[in-house]
């Protein structure tokens, strides 16, 4: 969001997923080549990527995202970072704030590959509102999720993968089935 003039700023490139799961695509790479060309068409150096996995939307579980904005805070060689998307960086409003924090209290650049933030009002307004839209995203998905177990539940079907040992019936209610061979142990 913002930019220091006195010298090509030297960036994190930081990226995240939610899940193990999409760890094994090409996210993480995808992000990090979005960051580095962006980057480089800016003029600015990537003085080193962070790859992680970890939940945007539950602040407590945020372990390794304070670790990253505790290394941009206290690292004088890097300027600031850049991320894919606001949602790849925060998903709740008090990681949010820790991102605005670093640049008005730190002074430190935060950027985003696929997003352009104006250095304005607006442009803060922009941040925000899209800060509260990623948060919206996961509040509304969890929604949607537990109304559709609770809909399984009521529908007389099992709402999850059956545990080792057991798997789903084809019957009309999806009843676990024991799997006998795989008990045996």
């Known amino acids: 969001m913002s930019e220091n003039s006195y010298h090509s700023l030297r960036l994190l490139s930081v990226c995240r997923v939610s899940s193990n799961e999409q760890r094994e695509g090409y996210s993480l790479e995808m992000q990090d080549q979005a960051?580095?060309?962006w980057a480089k068409k800016k003029g600015y150096l990537i003085v080193d990527s962070v790859k992680y996995v970890e939940t945007a939307s539950k602040q407590k579980e945020r372990r390794r995202f304070r670790e990253?904005?505790?290394?941009?805070c206290q690292d004088s060689t890097i300027d600031g970072a850049v991320f894919h998307k606001v949602d790849r960086?925060?998903?709740?409003?008090?990681?949010?704030a820790a991102l605005e924090a670093?640049?008005?209290?730190?002074?430190?650049?935060?950027?985003?590959?696929?997003?352009?933030f104006p250095q304005?009002?607006?442009?803060?307004?922009?941040?925000?509102?899209?800060?509260?839209?990623?948060?919206?995203?996961?509040?509304?998905?969890?929604?949607?999720?537990?109304?559709?177990?609770?809909?399984?539940?009521?529908?007389?079907e099992y709402p999850h993968r059956p545990p080792y040992g057991y798997?789903?019936?084809?019957?009309a209610n999806r009843s676990k089935l024991p799997v006998p061979e795989a008990r045996k142990g």
Do not use: H, P
Not at 167 to 171: A, L, P, Q, R, T
């Open 35 to 37: 960051n580095r060309e």
């Open 68 to 72: 990253i904005i505790n290394r941009i």
């Open 89 to 96: 960086a925060c998903r709740n409003l008090t990681d949010l």
């Open 102 to 116: 670093l640049e008005t209290e730190n002074k430190k650049s935060i950027f985003f590959s696929t997003q352009d």
């Open 120 to 156: 304005n009002a607006a442009g803060r307004l922009s941040f925000g509102v899209m800060g509260v839209v990623a948060r919206w995203y996961t509040d509304n998905l969890r929604e949607e999720v537990l109304k559709g177990l609770r809909g399984k539940v009521e529908a007389g």
């Open 167 to 171: 798997k789903m019936g084809e019957n």
